[in-house]
């Protein structure tokens, strides 16, 4: 299906030069001299790399279809990922290096999305927020608290993660799973 500069909006998939991009963010440009424009940016859904692209108006391009699937992450064996396709009940297998960064925050009988383009996976998207317990990191000293601080504590999926100072094993806390950055602690 072809797509033109004019049905750009933001989370929009398209193939360029063989490869598929999610629309990031876009500006349509009409200067008072010359033809209009459209800037934008885009991210590789297949590698995680960004790139900035200028279009001609109303120049087109294919658009990417790019299918998303419920499923449940099961367990993990070795170097492979189990997951359960929560509509037909499948059983899907996924390389560990083919999920990424998000498989340091991945808990047993967590529902996730996994786009697929053209029978390839591209991306695992966890929920934004996730709870995990601490199960490592250092006593926060009484007093130590007056500038705020923080320190690294391991979560239960093994995960690195900064948290206050006040933070203790055994805690449950919340984590935005995009940039790995503490939210809050749970009660």
Known sequence: MALSTADFKTGLTIEY?????????????????????????LRNLQNGST??????AGESMEAALVERRNVEFLYRE??????????NYEQIELPLKSVGDVAKFLKDNTP??????????LNVELPQTME???????????GDTAQGGSK??????GAMVTVPLFVNEGDAIRVDTRNGAYLERVK
Not at 17 to 41: D, Y
Not at 51 to 56: K, M, N, S
Not at 112 to 121: A, L, S
């Open 17 to 41: 030069e063989g490869k598929v991009f999610q629309i990031l963010e876009f500006q349509h440009v009409k200067p008072g001299k010359g033809g209009a424009f459209v800037r934008s940016k």
């Open 152 to 157: 690294p504590a391991t979560i239960e999926t």
């Open 132 to 142: 995990f317990v601490v199960t490592q990191t250092d006593p926060g000293l009484k």
């Open 78 to 87: 070795g170097d492979d990922l189990h997951f359960m396709d929560m509509e």
């Open 51 to 56: 790139l900035e692209r200028t279009w001609r």
């Open 112 to 121: 996730v999305q996994v786009m697929t383009w053209k029978n390839t996976v």
